[in-house]
């Protein structure tokens, strides 16, 4: 009878867990900018609950769950940008649609080639732009940590224009349209576009942005995987000599393939720091960072411009000696392609 019970309960759990997630993705479906969520192992995730009801016996263990736990990806939806510094949840604050762990695809830099070379990682803050507070925060942090801006809101200028007088690596956070026809904001690309008209909007939101070198993707998830789309915004950048960062939105983007093949230097996101807002978390994500570096020899983050992100990063940017990394500029990881048309 008891087990009974304890059955029934811990299923009544997992519905009013699932339903929760459902009521959060209709009721912030309709706001305009979105931040990428990655579900890792090393997240307090859904997945860490699919993972722990598949080793209970009996109805629990092959009691359906969700979608989710086959794709391996979690996503939620941002609040508005202006609401973001103080009042948003601590974790239902993040999607774009699916975000991919490139660790499972990577192979480990090693031989010779990490002799005497310090394992290096570079960290990247995007989605800024939307308000004061998280400019003034990220122009406090290191100035070897790059900075993306999302074109043509109301604090993209004078972010751009104090970024570069500090001498830092200043990129366009180009807008692109996402499977779940999220909102993009001003400036963004969309898949339905004509070469001209593609082109004409990057370049517009290249210009708005005085001295950046180079662009990296909000949100994508459909752009990114459009290769005909990717041709025209990889030939843009290459006659403004920029580079590209793929923030890695779609298992399906092709958009690192694309810079590679037009010669342009790039690179792609290993981590998100701050899927959840909370400084054990975005702890826990940027050991993660830095177990990828030793790995590999080095590394990426992405981050956004949170409160807690940027406290946490202020503080922890002070400390990696004991870790044996090195924070670069984030042009230091690029890598050089010749063309390959």
């Known amino acids: 009878m008891k087990v009974v019970l304890i059955k029934r309960m811990m299923r009544l759990f997992v519905m009013l867990y699932l339903g929760l997630i459902t009521c959060v993705s209709f009721a912030h479906e309709s706001h305009p900018v979105s931040y990428h969520a990655q579900a ?83 960290i990247l803050i995007d989605d800024l732009g939307y308000n004061r507070r998280g400019m003034l925060g990220a122009l406090q942090l290191p100035k070897e940590v790059a900075l993306a801006i999302l074109p043509m809101t109301p604090f993209a200028h004078q972010t751009a224009v104090r970024s570069k007088e500090q001498g830092r690596l200043t990129m366009l956070h180009a807008p692109m349209e996402n499977e779940r026809e999220l909102k993009l904001g001003p400036g963004g690309l969309y898949a339905r576009m004509s070469e001209k008209e593609l082109k004409a909007a990057l370049t517009k939101d290249i210009d708005s942005l005085p001295g950046i070198q180079g662009v990296n993707n909000h949100m994508g998830s459909l752009l990114t995987a459009n290769q005909k789309s990717m041709n025209w915004v990889m030939q843009t950048l290459k006659q403004h000599h920029l580079f590209f ?30 899927n959840i807002r909370t400084e054990k978390a975005i702890d826990r994500q940027f050991s993660h960072l830095i177990k990828v570096a030793k790995h590999r020899g080095e590394a990426m983050a992405i981050g956004h411009p949170y409160p807690e992100t940027l406290s946490y990063l202020k503080k922890r940017l002070t400390q990696l000696n004991k870790d044996g990394v090195v924070l670069v500029p984030l042009s230091q990881i690029l890598s050089h392609n010749a063309p390959s048309l």
């Open 40 to 122: 890792s192992k090393e997240s307090a995730s859904f997945l860490a609950l699919t993972s722990w009801l598949s080793s209970l016996p009996g109805p629990l263990k092959s009691m359906p769950v969700s979608s989710v736990e086959e794709s391996g990806f979690m996503m939620f939806d941002a609040l508005n940008p202006e609401q973001q510094d103080d009042n948003r949840p601590l974790m239902l604050q993040t999607i774009d649609d699916r975000v991919v762990d490139r660790q499972k695809s990577k192979s480990p830099t090693n031989g010779p080639s990490l002799l005497g070379r310090k394992v290096r990682i570079a």
């Open 245 to 274: 960062i793929d923030s890695l939105t779609s298992s399906h983007s092709v958009a690192g393939k694309t810079a590679k093949k037009y010669g342009l230097k790039t690179t792609t996101r290993d981590v998100f720091l701050d």
